[in-house]
C-alpha cells in the first residue's frame, strides 16, 4: 500500500452531495442507495457510516478521500475471464453497508472516515495516478464500493475517456435504481454470493439474501461482466445441502458460463476462534458446482491445487494455467481453446506471444 501518494487527512470527512436520497413525507431524509434504507438524524450517518446527514444534507462523507490505495493483480479479486494488461490500482474509503463477521479489511470497513486516515484523490488524481503508473485498470476493492458511489462513478467516467478499464468488487447489497446507474460505467463486476441461506446473511453477514440474488440477476441480465465470490466458512455457510441448493439456483438463474469461484475462509475478526477452511471442502463445493452446470468452477486462497486453473468444457485441456494470483500460462487463441476451438467466455488478451502469458 502507498504511504506518501498523496497528503492524508486523519478524521476527514467530505462535504459532498449524496444521490440516492428521498424526502420522507415528515421532512426527514432516506438513503435509497442499498436496502438498509436508513435515515439519519441531523449529524447522524447511515449504517455503513460513509454518508450521513450534515446542515439538513444528506451527504458523502468519504468522496476524494480513500483511505486504502494500492496495487494489486486483478486474479486477487478474483477475476479470471477478463484479461487485462497488468495490475489494477485499488482504491477503497472507510465504511460498509454490511457487518461480515470474517472481514478481512474491517479495520476500514467496520470505521467512518473520521476514524480512518484518508488519502485527499479527487477522481481526476486517481486516474492520473493510474495513468502515470502506467497501470490499465483501476479497482474498487477492499471495502464495499456501493457506499460511495458518488466517487465511484466520477473515477468509473474519466477512467472511461482515459480507455482505464474498471473493476467493481462488491456484496452486490444495493438497490436496483442505482445499479442499473454503473453497467454503463463499470467494465467488470465481482460479487459476493456470500452465503447460500437468508439465515446466513441474517447472522453473519448482517443483511439479506434476496437483494443480492436480484443484483446478480440485474448484472448478468444487463450482460456486463460478472464473475462470483464465495468464501466458505467452517460451520457457517459449508452444509453442503444448501450449499447443492445454492448451486442449483445459480445455474438456472445465471447460467453455466458465469465463472464461480471458491475461496478458502482464513479466520479473522469476529471469527478468529474458526479453523481455516479444509482443501477438501472446497473442493467437494466445486465438484458440486460443476455438477450442477457451472462450467467454470475455482477454489482460491488455495495456491497449487486443480481448482485454480481453467479447463476447457469441450475437451477437458487445461487452458489457464495459476499459481496463485499469477497467470503461468494461456492455452487459448481469442478466447479459443487452442485444440478444439471451443470459445471460454470472458476478454481474453491476443496480443500476447504464442497466446503464453
Ligand atoms: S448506503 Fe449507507 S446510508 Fe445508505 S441505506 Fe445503505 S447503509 Fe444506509
Redesign the pocket.
Known sequence: MFGRCAPVFAGQESDFPAEYVMALPDGRLQ?Q??P???IPAEGEN???R??GVRNGQFTSLVYGFPCVIAVDPVEKMPLFHYHVHGPALSISTAGC?LVCQYCQNWQFSQKSPAETANFAMSPSDIVLRAVDMQLRTIGFFYTEP??YIEYMKDVARLAKKSNIKTVMVTAGYINSEPLKDLFELIDMFVVGYKGFTEGFYAETIGGKLDPVKKALIAIKEAGCHLEVVSLLIPGKNDDMNEFAAGAEWFVKNLGSDVPWHFSRFLPEFLLKNLPPTPNGVLETAREIAIKAGVKYAYTGNNPGQEGNHTYCPGCGKKVVERLGFKVLRSFLSAGKCQDCGYQIPGVWLDDLPNGNI
Do not use: D, K, V
Open positions: 438513503c442507495l442499498c438498509n434504507g436508513c447511515g449504517n455503513c460513509a454518508r453497508n456501493t457506499i
